[in-house]
């Protein structure tokens, strides 16, 4: 792919960024605009997650884990992927990034080019994902609902209850249930 192809990529793309206010965030944005991207910064974290989005990218600190977790269970529940900003020497996150599950983790000082570039590589990716014929993703929740029928001894409904209870408890999509029933079931 060309320079221009993958920047093309950010064409229209409507984003917000959730952090505190700083000059490098509002230049990042402002970058983003030029590009053609609809880029808007806001903090503090809302009480809603924001589903107008094409993508989220989200500043995460320890004091703010019972804000995220909520946000961050919603954009996954709309399909939205969300790049998290962590100070990645802080071991003390690690627990609470790998309960958030964000699509993408970069380096919470903001280096424009490596963010734009973590930017559309989660969008390709994002939309590769989408782009997964529905006969794969119907294939992968009959594998999870056979494995956990093999593991749990259950029926076929009683498998299918459990998955579409285990999406609902952790506000997921069925494919990303069954994915999750088979990594784990195969470890």
Avoid at 35 to 40: D, K, V, Y
Avoid at 41 to 50: C, E, F, N, R, T
Wanted: one cysteine or more.
């Amino acid at each position: 792919m060309t320079e221009q192809s993958l920047l093309a990529t950010l064409a229209g793309v409507r984003l917000h960024l959730f952090h505190p206010d700083a000059q490098s965030v509002r230049a990042f944005c402002a970058s983003l605009t030029q590009l053609g991207c609809q880029a808007q910064h806001s903090w503090p974290l809302p009480a809603q997650a924001p589903t107008d989005v094409h993508l989220v990218i989200v500043a995460v600190e320890p004091h703010y884990q019972q804000t995220l977790l909520p946000l961050l269970r919603a954009w996954r529940q709309a399909n939205i992927p969300v790049i998290a900003l962590a100070d990645c020497q802080n071991a003390r996150l690690f627990p609470l990034l790998i309960e958030l599950q964000p699509t993408a983790i970069a380096e919470r000082t903001l280096n424009p080019f490596a963010l734009i570039v973590q930017v559309i590589g989660t969008l390709q990716a994002t939309r590769q994902h989408a782009r997964q014929p529905v006969k794969v993703k119907s294939e992968r929740l009959a594998q999870a609902k056979g494995m956990l029928m093999r593991e749990y001894g259950l029926d076929e409904s009683g498998a299918y209850r459990f998955m579409r209870s285990e999406a609902m408890n952790t506000r997921s999509s069925m494919e990303y249930t069954a994915e999750r029933v088979i990594n784990s079931l195969q470890k």
